[in-house]
């Protein structure tokens, strides 16, 4: 079980010594996280790693997954969606299905705690079937800068009852919502397997175990296989540099249990890319495995993030921490991470022939990359790793509490 003194040489004594004292008035709290799955995404491993070091602190920190049927989950992936901008035939079975969860999860699930933290729109409506006795926070992962004004004005009458609302850029402040909105980043764990300094010999193994050559130049994507990651377009970009650049194309994402999408999304881009697959110059790959993308972010010469839409983009984080330079969409949250031609590229999401050219320009220039990728690793050291997570919550419920 990892402690906050095993960051020390990561982040220095003087953050370290700032949480500690930031955690003491809260020392004997107990407070609960609540979200809708234990894999998958970020969100849950941001809750891995934050859960455990706040306990080590001396906070009762908990946390505890929503349960649902498939038909909830379908829900709420459309809600996802609109969220971010898609269209929705909003019905009202769909709302009734939707509540119902939240109702029915509520009765066994018990909540005395100090304070409470909702993530996402799955367990929103919980909110409405406890006596609130204490602060109530909505911490919203995804982009709402472009919301469906339909879903929004429907989850907007639960999210009114909370004390607090926290989004990962200033883009998604609502300025219709009269509750308190506070901007934290999301950030990643470097001791976490995923991140974790990795030797030679376990990157050549791994690649090999899950049939990845590296007789070529690797480009990768890691990404769940959801329309807003956009993995046919990256596939688009590939042919694009495979033209002037022999390479290969690792398409690398989990399927999470709140995602019932991703394997229609997957066999879309499976036949887009069927002749680049048989000749393994495009290789899928849907294992749950940290220790595999830690490897791929590692060996690729070039990670790719061409997303439409982007909360905030953890899998840019991961690579940037690993020196690996990255060409990324200039969508949501990946501008606050890259700098244009500073430690990385960003393009417009629907720049395919940009996005190939800043691809090919790297792969040319191992200088320019190298430079790059060093600006990056030390861009997500000062800002975005889990100490800072963890020490923006401590602020947050000092102040509530």
């Given amino acids: 079980m990892r402690s906050l003194d095993d960051y020390s040489e990561i982040v220095g004594d003087e953050v370290l010594s700032s949480i500690y004292r930031k ?7 107990h407070i609960l ?3 809708s799955t234990y894999q998958g995404g970020g969100v849950a491993e941001i809750l891995g790693s934050m859960v455990v070091l706040m306990n080590d602190l001396g906070i009762d920190v908990g946390w505890r997954v929503m349960l649902g049927t498939p038909d909830f989950f379908a829900i709420t992936k459309k809600f ?3 969220l971010q901008g898609g269209g929705i035939n909003l019905t009202e079975i769909k709302k009734r299905l939707y509540i119902r969860a939240s109702e029915d999860f509520s009765v066994f699930t018990h909540i005395d705690h100090d304070c409470v933290v909702i993530h996402d729109p799955q367990p929103l409506p919980l909110i409405k079937y406890y006596a609130k006795k204490q602060p109530w926070i909505w911490r919203c992962h995804v982009d709402l800068s472009t919301s469906n004004s339909l879903v929004w004005d429907f ?10 609302v926290i989004v990962s850029s200033e883009k998604y402040q609502r300025k219709d919502l009269p509750v308190d909105q506070r901007i934290i980043h999301p950030a990643i764990d470097p001791l976490s397997p995923k991140n ?3 030797s030679g010999k376990m990157i050549s193994d791994c690649l090999k175990k899950f049939g990845i050559p590296t007789d070529k130049p690797l480009l990768t994507q890691i990404s769940r296989f959801d329309r807003w990651k956009d993995p046919e377009g990256v596939v688009q970009v590939f042919k694009q540099v495979k033209k002037e650049v ?14 019932p999408e991703g394997w229609s999304i997957f066999e879309r881009v499976e036949r887009k890319a069927n002749d680049l697959i048989e000749s393994k110059d495009v290789i899928l790959i849907t294992s ?3 220790i595999l993308v830690n490897a791929l972010q590692s060996a690729s010469s070039v990670v790719i993030q061409k997303s439409t839409r982007e909360g905030f983009g953890l899998t840019v984080t991961e690579a940037l921490w690993k020196g690996t330079p990255v060409v990324a969409s200039s969508t949501g949250g990946i501008p606050l991470q890259i700098r244009d031609g500073e430690n990385g590229f960003l393009v417009e999401a629907s720049d395919k022939k940009g996005f190939a050219r800043r691809i090919v320009q790297l792969l040319r220039d191992p200088d320019l990359a190298d430079e790059m990728g060093r600006k990056g690793r030390e861009l997500v050291r000062e800002k975005f790793l889990i100490t800072r997570l963890v020490s923006d919550y401590l602020d947050l419920i000092n102040d509530l509490l």
């Fill in 196 to 198: 974790m300094k990795i």
């Fill in 288 to 290: 749950e495995n940290s």
């Fill in 80 to 82: 996802h969606n609109a």
């Fill in 33 to 35: 996280h609540i979200n």
């Fill in 246 to 259: 022999d390479c290969r194309l690792v398409l690398c994402g989990s399927m999470a249990a709140d995602d």
């Fill in 23 to 29: 955690a003491r008035p809260l020392s004997g709290k």
């Fill in 155 to 164: 989850l907007k009458k639960f999210i009114l009852r909370y004390d607090q």
